[in-house]
């Protein structure tokens, strides 16, 4: 009988131990003097299942920054207001030098909402590292303004890493970013995961305003789990700034981030886009699948680039779009002329790094208002050089810019744009263009544009892909790209 309640003792002293921390509430009042400021609120963190409530101003100097690495941490602004000043990723999940998954961070459950940010460099928020299946991050209800002049380094917005588990982000105000103001790298969402991004307002943005990156869409790595969770982008207000990072190649929506792995399962949704003269204002790029593009006004974005683009693509869904205008001259000055189009289905493009390419299929392109566009349809001289650009295309970067590969068809998709295009322009046989030869096959509502002078528009083409201005805008935006996956490694370190 002794032995008998010595274990029971026994037992309930381990579910002490194991329950978790009481939670308690710790208010924090800002001096606006650093490092004083930052090391209250990093001492205030430090315990679990802690709401820290802000007031006031708190200085975090040229490079302070305050770790979060416990489970049930609340950091909130009081309803009096609370400002962030400076720092260098001044709220952070992972201490410098450490990245995932060799190091981990126990922010699990991680709640951050209605804090002012001033001045700050790299990210204002980075949570990262976080491999916990039953974590939720909620980021809600920030001001994001950056002060800074670009010449101090990267200036971010909120940025999502490396974690397991569901993340929302909602209602944030950001402005002034020189770089990404919503992103995401190495997303990892089990199945009954998901990634929100929505009632966000993103002003004056310098850079791609909303990225996502996936992790490994094809299980090449052990350690990480297939990206299978919805990521739902919606009701989020975009302006690109007349002042861009790389003027021409600003994205106001990409599902592909650094390494332009396409995002499957992904719900772009009643989004605004506004600006001039930048690229692309929805980008899906190769690898991604079932993803619904719908309803989104771009109807305040006048771009050089197409406004929906869809590259490799499958099972996806574009539909009920309201497009702006088109510059077909900007994309023609740029060596690019068959992006000056608002809606295109292209190609994947070849990478040997990841074994499956697959050809652009079953997709669907239905009631998207094209009015607005000022795409007067498809033109071509007798010896097939292109003169002017429609409102849709369905082709193969084969045919333009590469050699031939497997998987570069475009086939079996369908058009059902009746209706929508610009008045006195012509419906879809002058409007939709099925570019030869790998774009085929394809069900086009009232048909599509047919070359006349087959033989002459494929030698013209081919004079296309060598063309020297071309093969300098794809240079220019693989720079682009590697420049943002260089500084994504730095930021692997916590670093700037």
């Known amino acids: 009988m002794k032995s008998v309640k010595f274990l029971g003792l026994i037992l309930a002293a381990v579910a002490?131990?194991?329950?978790?921390?009481?939670?308690?509430?710790?208010?924090?009042?800002?001096?606006?003097?650093?490092?004083?400021?930052?090391?209250?609120?990093?001492?205030?963190?430090?315990?679990?299942?802690t709401k820290v409530i802000l007031s006031g101003t708190f200085n975090f100097g040229t490079d302070g920054s305050v770790v979060i690495s416990v489970p049930g941490i609340t950091l909130q602004g009081a309803t009096t207001g609370a400002t962030i000043v400076g720092g260098r990723n001044p709220l952070k999940t992972l201490q410098t030098g450490e990245y995932p998954p060799a190091q981990t961070s126990g922010a699990k459950n991680l709640t951050i909402r209605n804090l002012r940010f001033e001045g700050w460099i790299g990210f204002a928020i980075y949570v990262?590292?976080?491999?916990?299946?039953?974590?939720?991050?909620?980021?809600?209800?920030?001001t994001l303004v950056s002060t800074l002049d670009w010449s101090v380094g990267y200036i971010y917005g909120i940025h999502y890493c490396h974690s397991y588990g569901s993340a929302v982000i909602r209602n944030n105000l950001i402005r002034n970013v020189s770089w990404l103001a919503i992103s995401t790298d190495g997303l990892n969402l089990g199945a009954k995961d998901s990634y929100r991004v929505y009632h966000n307002r993103i002003e004056d943005c310098h850079q791609d305003a909303i990225s996502i990156g996936i992790s490994d869409p094809f299980g090449l790595d052990p350690n990480l789990p297939i990206n299978k969770g919805p990521v739902v982008i919606e009701d989020n207000f975009i302006q690109i700034a007349s002042q861009e990072l790389w003027p021409g190649y600003t994205w106001g929506i990409d599902l592909g981030a650094d390494w332009l792995l396409g995002t499957s399962n992904a719900q772009v949704i009643n989004n605004t886009i506004k600006g001039n003269d930048f690229y692309m204002g929805i980008f899906a790029p190769w690898y991604g699948s079932k993803r619904q593009i719908l309803s989104n006004d771009l109807t305040g974005a006048t771009s050089r680039g197409t406004q929906i683009c869809d590259n490799g693509g499958t099972q996806d869904l574009i539909a009920f779009n309201r497009l702006g205008p088109v510059s077909f001259a900007m994309a023609q000055e740029a060596g690019d002329p068959y992006f000056g189009t608002p809606i295109a289905l292209w190609s994947s493009q070849p990478d040997p790094s990841y074994p499956v390419i697959v050809?652009?299929?079953?997709?669907?392109?239905?009631?998207n208002d094209c009015r607005l566009t000022g795409r007067p349809g498809w033109e071509f001289d007798t010896a097939g050089t292109l003169l002017d650009t429609g409102c849709v295309i369905l082709a193969s970067a084969t045919d333009v810019y590469f050699p031939d590969w497997y998987g570069s068809d475009v086939t079996s998709n369908m058009v059902l744009e009746a209706g929508m295009f610009p008045r006195g322009a012509g419906g879809s046989r002058s409007q939709v263009l099925e570019l030869p030869v790998h774009a085929y096959g394809n069900y086009i509502l009232g048909g599509g544009f047919t070359l006349g002078i087959q033989a002459n528009a494929l030698s013209s083409l081919a004079s296309v892909k060598a063309n020297a201005a071309a093969v300098n805008l794809r240079q220019a935006v693989n720079a682009k790209r590697t420049a943002l996956q260089s500084n994504v490694e730095s930021c692997k370190k916590c670093k700037q």
């Open 16 to 49: 002490v131990l194991a329950a978790p921390a009481v939670a308690q509430v710790i208010m924090l009042q800002g001096t606006n003097a650093y490092p004083y400021d930052v090391a209250q609120v990093q001492a205030a963190v430090s315990n679990p299942y």
């Open 128 to 142: 990262m590292g976080i491999y916990a299946p039953d974590n939720f991050t909620l980021i809600e209800n920030n």
């Open 359 to 367: 050809p652009t299929t079953n997709n669907v392109l239905v009631g």
